[in-house]
């Protein structure tokens, strides 16, 4: 079934626009995340004339809006994820071949303890994102004996 973005980007006050739509259609479709330009080339598809610069406004919007994330790759580019998942949790990804996990983990009460009664702050929100292979990626990296 697919989803109904239009609430959501109603609660952004963002208009539903076929392109938005069309967008966040492209990233619930994956379980991997994609570069923006990866994203650019589904969308030509649907829309010829796209440029690469309103592909990045348009997950610029929806990252602010926390409708996607942002996955922080070693390689140091920026990827985007789209997970639907609204409980808090964190994703492991794995850096080969762009998978990723809900990770059902939080450190939440250690780091509170230790900003908070170590160093007498305040925590306003965190980031975990937790990179490596996944278990076919690593079974297929192990070199072959014999
Ligand atoms: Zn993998
Ligand atoms: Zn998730
Ligand atoms: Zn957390």
Redesign the pocket.
């Known amino acids: 079934m697919k989803p109904d973005f239009q609430p959501l980007l109603k609660s952004l006050s963002l208009k539903t626009t076929p392109k938005r739509i069309a967008l966040l259609e492209i990233l619930d479709d994956e379980k991997v995340y994609l570069s923006p330009e990866a994203i650019w080339k589904k969308m030509q598809k649907l829309f010829r004339s796209i440029g690469l610069p309103t592909v990045y406004r348009i997950l610029d919007e929806l990252h602010e809006g926390n409708i996607i994330s942002r996955v922080l790759h070693p390689d140091r580019k920026l990827y985007y994820y789209l997970c639907r998942n609204e409980e ?3 994703h492991f990804i794995c850096v080969s071949c762009n998978k990723v996990e809900d990770l059902h983990f ?3 009460k250690e780091i509170e303890t230790l900003v908070v009664k170590g160093m007498k702050g305040k925590v306003l929100s ?1 980031i ?1 994102q937790i990179n490596g292979l996944c278990s076919r990626c690593l079974t297929e990296q192990v070199p072959a004996h014999g």
């Open positions: 808090h949790h964190h939080c450190a939440e965190h975990l």
